[in-house]
């Protein structure tokens, strides 16, 4: 299995917090990617990056921010949770961009927003 | 834009069946396709790879085949076993950035 962990694997909060994702990787591969994955939408985009300190939007980026401080690490923060972003969260790396190489998941953070 | 269609939404199969799942796409202009499998409450494990080179790719008891022409792949699992049951996705890329994925395949072999 490729070496990505997430956390929390679970986290409720409470509408208008602040919450922030952690994904750490083992592979040093250069991309890393949140997706979110709901019923009736599967997985959508959020945010990626390409290396450290460059990121850029997906197509669901509206009320997320990321960081990439280092090659390692891929941070997703909800600036104010509301009940629309309750969903599993997906990270996920590959080498390369474009789909050239294959692109490895972790378990995932289900997020309750109440 | 890219957009992914796997049919059937759900499968039940007895054990020890051959099955085809099947996923198709709307941009024959892709560089590869990529399968994988989701547990309930899982993440995505990947599958199998293929290329835009190639036409299919074998692991174990798995092989895919993609037709870009047609825009077009199935992944084929022989002698199934309950352990196979899980949902099956498939995903191509869309730019530089991302991957689309199907619905996914909910696949269920019956002891």
């Known amino acids: 299995d490729a070496g990505i962990t997430q956390s929390p694997r679970h986290k409720v909060t409470e509408t208008g917090t602040p919450v922030t994702l952690r994904c750490h990787q083992t592979e040093n591969h250069r991309y890393m990617y949140w997706y979110r994955q709901d019923p009736g939408h599967g997985l959508r985009l959020i945010h990626y990056?390409?290396?450290?300190?460059?990121?850029d939007k997906g197509e669901v980026s509206d009320g997320y921010s990321v960081s990439r401080s280092k090659t390692e690490d891929f941070l997703l923060t909800l600036e104010s949770a509301t009940s629309s972003q309750t969903s599993v969260y997906f990270c996920?790396?590959?080498?390369?961009?474009?789909?050239?190489?294959?692109?490895?998941f972790g378990q995932g953070t289900r997020l309750t927003v109440v | 834009k890219q957009e992914v269609t796997q049919i059937p939404a759900a499968l039940s199969v007895p054990e020890g069946e051959n099955l085809v799942l099947n996923c198709s796409f709307t941009d024959s202009a892709i560089y590869n396709l990529q399968w994988f499998r989701q547990d309930p409450g899982k993440g995505l494990t990947s599958l199998l790879l293929i290329q835009s080179s190639q036409r299919e790719q074998t692991s174990g008891r798995l092989n895919a085949s993609l037709d870009k022409s047609s825009g077009r792949s199935t992944l084929y699992i022989a002698a199934s076993q309950p352990g196979d049951s899980a949902t099956y996705l498939c995903a191509v890329p869309q730019g530089a950035q991302k991957l689309v994925f199907g619905q996914g395949t909910r696949l269920t072999i019956n002891p």
């Open positions: 996920a790396i590959s080498e390369s961009g474009g789909g050239y190489t294959e692109a490895f």
């Open positions: 990056s390409y290396g450290v300190k460059d990121t």
